[in-house]
């Protein structure tokens, strides 16, 4: 953690400054404790990263896929730039809009979109509520213009209206209250501020896929149980939807009832890569907890009772809403 974040950070339960009580000053604070000035409550910093969540939570899956697939969807790795596209599609922010701004990026994972962000000039605060944060810092640090934070969306460590800029790319449908995780992500922008969100698509063709057959049982499956037989069946599943992929016409539609993630012909990537993203994201699909889907009407609703502005809803990978809060 470098020293310069200590500013920017806020206790989640009164809102009072945090001090360092526990360890040195140095470039990058790798060990130490924050203490609020306002009820004295201490926070620790762990492997560069300050907590403000505990180890145990309904995030643990994520902690565990990112872990271990620490590198395979960050573009250095890929040597494809697939995540930077991405967000500049979804955002439509590019050099010029971020070079030199603070950035929030709410739900970090292994830092596939931090990497885009940093790359485009920001200064990036990047929060996962997972131990994912540990294979982003593993990813990414040290970085001059990173700050990571292992934090709750619902609890922020910030105060309110801290950033030029927040996004939260992948992640919202997972969480237990997606409104209220929209809410928590818009109160971090400044007046004047770009605010970017995305969620799975709510249509009824999307819910007849077989991951959601499937989920009932998945998920009260032990996380390495389940992943070691996503990552046995995998490959052949794989094998079978890219087969049915290309049968003239209906292939598209019937690669969709293999449930496994088939991105042949959607990213190029090479073979193994396809295989490893296979098994990253059908393991994503069947092991959280939550897993809500919204329709664009819904995501709409909620930025325009906001009250944000420039209200733009698209389907762009996920579906995404864009805005601006007010000056």
């Given at each position: 953690m470098k020293p310069s974040l200590i500013e920017l950070l806020r206790c989640p339960q009164r809102g009072g400054k945090l001090t360092l009580t526990n360890g040195a000053i140095t470039a990058e604070i790798e060990e130490g404790t924050l203490t609020c000035e306002c009820c004295?409550?201490?926070?620790?910093i762990v492997r560069s990263v300050p907590r403000f969540v505990p180890a145990d939570n309904y995030a643990n899956n994520f902690g565990f896929q990112w872990n271990r697939f620490r590198e395979t969807q960050l573009d250095s790795h890929t040597g494809v730039p697939i995540s930077r596209r991405r967000f500049v599609r979804q955002t439509k922010w590019d050099e010029d809009t971020l070079l030199g701004k603070l950035v929030l990026d709410a739900g970090c994972?292994?830092?596939?979109?931090?990497?885009?962000a940093l790359a485009l000039g920001a200064e990036l605060v990047a929060i996962d509520f997972s131990s994912a944060v540990d294979a982003a810092a593993a990813n990414l640090l040290p970085h001059p213009r990173l700050h990571i934070v292992q934090a709750d969306i619902y609890q922020l460590p910030f105060a309110p209206a801290s950033f030029d800029f927040v996004y939260s790319l992948g992640v919202l449908q997972h969480t237990p209250d997606?409104?209220?995780?929209?809410?928590?992500?818009v109160a971090m922008a400044k007046p004047g501020g770009g605010v970017t969100v995305d969620v799975y698509y709510r249509k009824w063709m999307s819910m007849l896929e077989p991951k959601y057959w499937l989920r009932p049982f998945t998920i009260r499956m032990k996380q390495e149980r389940l992943f070691a037989i996503v990552e046995k069946l995998a490959p052949p599943l794989?094998?079978?939807?890219?087969?049915?992929?290309?049968?003239p016409i209906l292939g598209r539609f019937l690669r969709r009832l293999v449930p496994v993630a088939n991105y042949e012909g959607v990213?190029?990537?090479?073979?193994e890569q396809l295989v490893q993203?296979?098994?990253?994201?059908?393991?994503?699909?069947?092991?959280?907890?939550y897993d809500q889907p919204q329709t664009p009407a819904t995501l709409r609703r909620w930025l325009e009772e906001a009250?944000?502005?420039?209200v733009d809803v698209v389907h762009e990978s996920h579906l995404t809403g864009r805005a601006v809060k007010p000056r």
């Open positions: 004295g409550r201490d926070y620790p994972g292994a830092g596939r979109f931090a990497e885009a997606v409104h209220k995780s929209v809410e928590c992500v794989l094998r079978i939807s890219r087969v049915l992929a290309r049968i990213h190029p990537l090479n073979e993203w296979a098994v990253l994201d059908t393991f994503d699909w069947l092991g959280p907890r009250k944000l502005e420039q």
